[in-house]
């Protein structure tokens, strides 16, 4: 349950607190990696510091009805009886986050391309915010597409491309004579994140998974050194220093807005 959890309650406000830092950086002519990135409010308001208050007039969706969430992802749908849980949003302390509104969140982003890149956590977004657009546009035409782990939702009349692509490391994994290798200082996703007007990144949970079957990975290579292993907060900061390097000699940030997601909470039990 804790996934549905996820999907349902923490996916709708932290997406909107995602989307909400997207709008206010759309157009932002700073560099992407700004010291100050988390002032993101009116008068130095960081909408990051808050707590959950309860608010009846929540959910935004109804996931039993949103054509996009999976069955297993569906917490109402799978019998759990209980709703108060869906009806928490995030108020930060110095300011009031607007109430999400998914005809100006078309407008805002005709002719967009938005992109969640990583695990579980970008995927619960990219749902979440589908769902958003769809019950405030219900009769909105849109195509929904699912390649693998990749998911495409647009809608042709507004061209706005919502996708998630799953890569759970960022950086590469090849198959090399049957070997799975870790390249931690290549990223071959580039060319497709360039097309973007909106990248939004997060990983950390895959790094720490050992064992031959949660393991990605069956060897590591670094320029041209290879590894057996090797501590795993060394190897993550190894990959977010190929992303970050990537980031800045690569994206346009009057172009292209860049938002890295922190670590959410583990979900397997």
């Known amino acids: ?144 597409d699912k390649i693998g782990r990749h998911y495409t939702f647009s809608l042709p009349d507004y061209n706005i491309w919502l996708l998630f692509l799953g890569n759970p490391l960022i950086v590469d994994i090849i198959t090399e004579k049957g070997s799975r290798v870790l390249k931690i200082d290549s990223i071959s996703s580039e060319n497709v994140w360039k097309e973007m007007d909106v990248l939004v990144f997060n990983t950390w949970h895959w790094w720490n998974r050992t064992g031959i079957n949660k393991q990605t990975w069956n060897s590591i290579q670094d320029g041209n050194t290879t590894y057996k292993d090797m501590n795993r907060l060394e190897l993550y900061k190894k990959a977010i220093n190929t992303w970050a390097k990537w980031a800045d000699s690569n994206l346009n940030s009057t172009k292209t807005s860049v938002f890295f997601q922190g670590v959410s909470p583990d979900h397997e039990k």
């Open 1 to 144: 349950m804790a996934v549905c959890y996820s999907v349902s309650a923490i996916a709708i406000v932290s997406t909107f607190v995602t989307i909400f830092s997207l709008s206010l950086f759309l157009n932002s002519k700073n560099k992407i990696f700004n010291k100050d990135v988390s002032l993101l409010g009116t008068n130095g308001c960081d909408i990051y510091k808050g707590s959950w208050i309860f608010d009846d007039s929540y959910p935004l969706y109804n996931s039993s009805t949103c054509p996009f969430i999976e069955e297993s992802w569906d917490c109402q749908k799978n019998g759990r009886p209980d709703e108060e849980y869906l009806k928490y949003r995030w108020q930060p302390y110095g300011c009031n986050l607007p109430r999400f509104n998914g005809t100006e969140f078309l407008l805002k982003y005709k002719g967009k391309r938005i992109m969640f890149v990583g695990d579980s956590l970008g995927q619960n977004q990219w749902h979440s915010l589908a769902c958003m657009i769809h019950a405030s546009q219900p009769q909105a035409k849109y195509i929904m």
